[in-house]
């Protein structure tokens, strides 16, 4: 019986989450905290899921 790939699931969730974090910190007023902190805050979070997206389907 084979093993199901939690550490893939659990990998490919958590690049999605960054991505919609940065996606929605760059672009919505959703977050009450100043325009550039914000806009730097979600550069980081979309590179970081870059990042791990990279690494994810390197591992595959």
């Known amino acids: 019986m084979k093993h199901f790939p939690w550490k893939l699931i659990i990998s490919a969730l958590m690049v999605f989450i960054y991505l919609a974090m940065g996606i929605l910190l760059v672009f ?3 977050f ?6 914000r806009v730097i805050l979600g550069v980081v979070f979309v590179a970081y ?5 990279y690494r994810l389907f ?3």
């Open 28 to 30: 919505t007023q959703l």
């Open 32 to 37: 009450d905290i100043a325009f550039t902190f």
């Open 49 to 53: 899921g870059i990042f791990r997206a």
């Open 58 to 60: 390197r591992q595959l």
